[in-house]
């Protein structure tokens, strides 16, 4: 079973939506990097952008609480 990275399973209503998220994380890697105007990067797991959405003032809370990697 696929887990959303806030640990439950992924918990999308709209079928169509998550096969979409599939395809992009196929063809493009399961996590994007979202980088900061402070200039902060984190890898931010596709599937929970698409379930939970991401605001940038937030990232950085987020990211502490579920781990989302910190790169350069």
């Known amino acids: 079973m696929k887990m959303c990275a806030c640990g439950h399973p992924l918990h999308y209503t709209d ?3 998550q096969e979409v998220v599939e395809q992009q994380i196929a063809q493009l890697g399961e996590s994007i990097r979202i980088a900061l105007p ?30 989302f990697e910190e790169v350069r």
């Open 15 to 17: 079928p169509e939506l």
């Open 38 to 67: 402070s200039g902060r990067k984190f890898m931010v797991p596709r599937h929970f952008i698409a379930l939970h959405g991401v605001k940038g003032y937030e990232l950085p809370g987020v990211a502490a609480l579920y781990g």
